[in-house]
Each structure stands twice: as structure tokens, then as C-alpha cells.
């Protein structure tokens, strides 16, 4: 059960025990932020344990799909506390028109989860504003609206396989590892559809991002059904199904850009209860004593990261470099693994500090993540504790000194930077003026400067302490934060903000983003990884293509035994079953 008030689940807990919790001056490093992995507490993951847990019935009761595969079709969700609809609308879309970028405004096949039974004359106006997108308008009886584009290839190799009465090749599917791949999927009262404060304390959907995570979960299944539906309709003499192994070897993919990014700037809080939830996770997980039966798990986990890892397929350099390198040092811990004395009571915490002092960050926590694997019961719990209230408040009578210490004290990396430098400052984040979308511009060169967003925390930062000291100096020190705002109003929002951080453990990322050399990819697959995303292919510095649920049970799956294991999924064998 979560816990039933929005305050009780945002708390923190004090974490005890002989591994203390990594200081945030580690962990909160954009570097190590971009190479985080997929855990136990990711959201598909936690989604995908209350469908099992909880046995919801998945049925579908309509399926108007032509031998084209275009159409309507509806899916019905019934779970222990209410009943939701997901309705699909599959279109024709010409080549010329499919594009992942955020400007485009077709799409193969447009989605809504709905609460209830959906009948024919709401029906008829989720047909008319669904397929619109942003430019159309629900209301808040929806819960999540997404889009998404067929892989094309891999979509038409699938369908001329099995039309011929064969399975396709895994080769082909481990390419790419999804017939669809969403370009959005929106939540939290965009268009009209429901806020999250309107489902935060429901029992199905209450955890962060769990409705969307369900929503492409229920997208996956679908583009398996429409796949089998095609190749019958062209071929039905001769055609066949997907067989399980491969089935399950699908996930659906998403390409996802800058639009990510700013969440983890303008929702400090929640991203400091997530990083405390994989970090208590990994603390509880590294102060377990070693035994044998989970020493040869582990092993056999390494194996499993190095293959899935040699089958993600990718263009792009750097991330190319990078996972060569976790392939070659997870042989490298496996190695060291072996010999390693089975009942050694610091087994765990031993191989990530030796991680730590030999191999790099994408290594390290490979490695975290996998140990983390080992232990559901001392972490399986945490999921609960997902979600935080985005509170910041301000404490007029705070000291000015005060205020300097917490500055000095948790934000002192902020103070590292010369912003009268013209690196420190190179870019600036804005909105475009089509799709209210971020961007990313460089100052002097480019316009937009004039619409810069304020994800500039560590310039708001230097520039408040600056002040501060201005301020407490004339006034010989004998001064409260309100004093202060009577004559500098417009530093308000940023003194909430850091007395309110100060008081978390993960509270700030620890970089300036409008610095040259920051990669905005960092900060996406930050945010991906704790959606639980895999096989990360960057498509450049700021726009990624990733896959989700690949590996995890099948709706047929549900009500029948569940081993949840189905990280780091790997290519079937030919013997299909």
C-alpha cells in the first residue's frame, strides 16, 4: 500500500548502517549523473511488480485495426481499485511526414489512457482531439496522452516474417528492439488532461511517472498485436505469431531531446528523493555479507550486462567508447570476482571500491546497479518513497550570515566558477517559439537570449552570495534575509531555493549548465535511467534514442508465476519457444 498522504511519502528517512550514504559531491556530478543504469527502484520496473503483484486484468474490447493495420482499438484494465481505458488510434502516415523531431504533427499512432469505460460519444471526441496532440484539447478524465512512430524497418521485417510463417531473425530485432518508439508521452496536466495532484494518492497510479510507464507498457503490447494482425490479413494461409522468447525481447523505444532536461532543474526536490532511493538502495545493497549463491548471481549478471551491452547497437562515438570500455572492465570485475572469498562480510562494498579506484563512471555503476539486483528485499520497499511535495520555503528571519554559511557550506561548487569569463556563460536555455519547447543557444551569436530560461542555478547562486556579502558588509553584519529582500526583491525565488536544498542530501545537480564543455546528454539520461531506460544511442549531444521494457513480461504473463528478472535483457536463441 503507499503510504496515503502526500507529505508521509516525501519524507526522508535517516539511513543507518555500516555504509553510509556517497556524499553529494560524488554522486551529484553531471558526469556520474550521465552514466547511471537502470535499478530494481526504476519506474518500470515498480510498475511492472504491481501488475504481477496485483494481478490487473488487461483485455481488449475493441480492435477496429483494417488489414493495414489502421484503425481503433481499446483496451481494458480493470485493477483492485478502479478501471482505466486505453485507447489507440492507428493512422496512415506518409514518409514524408515521420519525424521523431518535436515539430512534427502526424504521427503513426496517437494513445490516451483513460479513466473508466470509454463509450462511443467520448469515443468520438478523444477521436477528434487525441491524433491533434498539443493542438488539441482533453480533459482531465485522461491521464496520459503520447504519440508515437514505427520503427519502419524493423516493423516491416517483423510482418514479412511472420506473413511467410517464420519468426523474424533476433538479429534484426536486437538492432533496434522495438516496433514503436514514442516521441512524448505526456502527463501532469498537459492539454487539458489530468495533474498529477489529482492522482498523486491513488493506489494505481499514485508513484511518479508510474501512468506513463504503464501507458507505453500497454503501447508495447499493442504493437505486437497490430504486427500478427497485418501479417494474417495479408497472408492467411500461411501466417503465424510471435513466439514467446521474441515476444518478450520487444520494448518500445522513445527519442527524446532537450524537453527532458529541464525537469531535473525545475524539480530539485523530487530528483533529490529519487537519487536518496537508488542511494539508500545501494547502501543497504553493499552492506550485505557476501555468500555464494548471490556471488554467482552477480557473476552471471556481469555476463548478462557484457552481452546486452555488445548488442546495443549505436552511431555514435563517444557512446560507442564508452560501453567498449564497460564491456572489457565488467570482464575485468568478473575477473576479480571469481577468486574472491564468497563469505567475505565486505564482498560487495570491496568490488565497488576497487570499481571506484580502476574503472570508469559507465563501469562503476554497471556494477552498483547490478548489486542493487541482488537484494529485493532490502530494496523493493523503497520504491514507495518515489515521490516528493516541491515545497521551497522561505525563512524571512534568517541571518545574513546564516544564509552565507548554508552557500558556503552546500553550494560551494557554485562559487567554484568565474562567470566573467565568456566560457562560464557560452549558452543559454530557451523556449522555441512554435513548440514552447527547450533549446539551447549560444550567447551573442544566436537570438532567444532575451526568453533565457533560469536553469542557471549556480550563476543565481554567485550571484546571490555577491550580494549577500555586498549587503552584510554595509550593514556591518546585523541583518535578516527579509531586510535584505526589501532591497533586492528579484533574488528571492533563488534564497527559497537554497534554503530549501540545503536541507536535502542530493539537493542540486553539481554544474553549470550554461558552460561550454556541459553535455546536455548528461542530464537526459539522468533522468531516463531512473525511468529504467536501456540501450542509450545518442543521436547527438542532445537527443537520445533509448528502449523501455525490453526483456519484461508479456499481458499473457500476468496471474502466473513471476521472477523479476528481466534485467539487461539479452538476445534469444534460435530455438524459439
Given amino acids: 500500500m503507499l503510504p496515503q498522504s502526500r507529505e508521509e511519502r516525501s519524507l526522508p528517512w535517516p539511513h543507518t548502517g555500516p555504509i553510509a550514504l556517497r556524499p553529494a559531491d560524488e554522486v551529484m556530478q553531471l558526469e556520474r549523473l550521465?552514466?547511471?543504469?537502470?535499478?530494481?527502484?526504476?519506474?518500470?520496473?515498480?510498475?511492472?511488480?504491481?501488475?504481477?503483484?496485483?494481478?490487473?486484468?488487461?483485455?481488449r474490447v475493441r480492435f477496429d485495426i483494417d488489414a493495414e493495420g489502421y484503425g481503433t482499438a481499446i483496451y481494458r484494465v480493470t485493477t483492485p481499485e478502479s478501471t482505466y481505458d486505453f485507447v489507440v488510434f492507428s493512422h496512415y502516415l506518409d514518409d514524408s511526414q515521420r519525424t521523431d523531431r518535436v515539430i512534427a504533427n502526424a504521427w503513426d499512432t496517437t494513445m490516451g489512457l483513460c479513466v473508466g469505460e470509454v463509450d462511443e460519444e467520448r469515443l468520438e471526441g478523444l477521436r477528434y482531439n487525441i491524433p491533434r496532440q498539443e493542438a488539441g484539447r482533453c480533459d482531465p478524465s485522461v491521464l496520459v496522452l503520447s504519440r508515437a512512430n514505427r520503427s519502419v524497418r524493423n516493423f516491416n521485417a517483423v510482418v514479412d516474417a511472420l506473413a511467410a510463417g517464420r519468426q523474424p531473425e533476433p538479429e534484426w530485432i536486437a538492432k533496434v528492439g522495438y516496433l514503436y518508439r514514442t516521441t512524448a508521452v505526456y502527463g501532469n496536466g498537459k492539454f487539458g488532461i489530468a495533474d498529477y495532484p489529482k492522482i498523486r494518492d491513488w493506489e494505481d497510479f499514485g508513484l511518479p511517472f508510474s501512468a506513463q510507464m504503464f501507458t507505453v507498457y500497454l503501447l508495447r503490447h499493442f504493437s505486437i498485436e497490430q504486427v500478427e494482425h497485418i501479417a494474417a490479413a495479408r497472408a492467411p494461409a500461411t501466417a503465424t505469431t510471435l513466439c514467446d522468447s521474441l515476444r518478450r525481447y520487444l520494448g518500445i523505444?522513445?527519442?527524446?531531446?532537450?524537453?527532458?532536461?529541464?525537469?531535473?532543474?525545475?524539480?530539485?526536490?523530487?530528483?533529490?528523493?529519487?537519487?536518496?532511493?537508488?542511494?539508500?538502495?545501494l547502501a543497504r545493497s553493499l552492506a550485505q555479507p557476501g555468500d555464494g549463491e548471490r556471488k554467482h548471481r552477480l557473476l552471471g549478471l556481469v555476463e548478462r550486462a557484457q552481452q546486452h551491452t555488445r548488442e546495443t547497437h549505436l552511431d555514435d562515438e563517444r557512446q560507442a567508447r564508452l560501453n567498449a570500455a564497460m564491456i572489457e572492465e565488467l570482464g575485468l570485475a568478473h575477473a576479480w570476482l571469481q577468486p574472491a572469498a564468497?563469505?567475505?562480510?565486505?564482498?560487495?562494498?570491496?568490488?565497488?571500491?576497487?570499481?571506484?579506484?580502476?574503472?570508469?563512471?559507465?563501469?562503476?555503476?554497471?556494477?552498483?546497479?547490478?548489486?542493487?539486483?541482488l537484494f529485493p528485499e532490502q530494496v523493493d520497499e523503497l520504491e514507495l518513497h518515489t515521490g516528493a511535495a516541491e515545497y521551497h520555503d522561505l525563512v524571512p528571519d534568517m541571518s545574513l550570515e546564516r544564509l552565507l554559511g548554508l552557500i558556503e557550506t552546500h553550494y560551494d561548487w557554485a562559487l567554484r566558477y568565474d562567470f566573467d569569463t565568456p566560457e562560464a556563460q557560452y549558452w543559454f536555455w530557451y523556449r522555441s517559439a512554435e513548440k514552447e519547447e527547450p533549446r539551447l543557444g549560444v550567447r551573442g551569436e544566436e537570438p532567444g537570449a532575451d526568453r533565457e530560461m533560469p536553469l542557471d542555478?549556480?550563476?543565481?547562486?554567485?550571484?546571490?552570495?555577491?550580494?549577500?556579502?555586498?549587503h552584510r558588509d554595509a550593514q556591518g553584519g546585523r541583518t535578516t534575509v527579509v531586510e535584505f529582500l526589501l532591497e533586492n526583491p528579484d533574488l528571492k525565488a533563488i534564497i527559497r531555493r537554497i534554503q530549501s536544498m540545503a536541507q536535502t542530501h542530493y539537493g542540486e545537480i553539481r554544474a553549470n549548465l550554461l558552460e561550454r564543455d556541459m553535455l546536455p546528454m548528461h542530464l537526459l539520461r539522468c533522468k531516463l535511467s531512473f525511468f529504467g531506460a536501456s540501450k542509450f544511442d545518442p543521436r547527438s549531444d542532445r537527443w537520445v534514442r533509448i528502449t523501455l521494457f525490453q526483456g519484461a513480461p508479456l499481458v499473457e504473463d500476468i496471474g502466473s508465476d513471476f521472477d523479476d528478472d528481466w534485467f539487461m535483457p539479452t538476445m534469444p536463441n534460435r530455438e524459439f519457444s
Fill in 34 to 59: 550521465g552514466a547511471l543504469h537502470a535499478t530494481r527502484v526504476s519506474f518500470i520496473r515498480t510498475v511492472m511488480r504491481k501488475m504481477m503483484r496485483e494481478q490487473w486484468h488487461i483485455e
Fill in 253 to 281: 523505444g522513445n527519442s527524446t531531446g532537450l524537453g527532458m532536461a529541464p525537469f531535473l532543474i525545475s524539480h530539485p526536490t523530487l530528483i533529490n528523493q529519487w537519487v536518496l532511493v537508488r542511494e539508500t538502495a
Fill in 342 to 373: 564468497s563469505d567475505d562480510p565486505a564482498l560487495w562494498q570491496k568490488l565497488s571500491d576497487h570499481a571506484r579506484a580502476n574503472w570508469s563512471l559507465e563501469t562503476q555503476e554497471m556494477l552498483h546497479s547490478l548489486i542493487i539486483e
Fill in 457 to 470: 542555478i549556480a550563476r543565481q547562486v554567485r550571484r546571490c552570495y555577491d550580494r549577500l556579502r555586498e
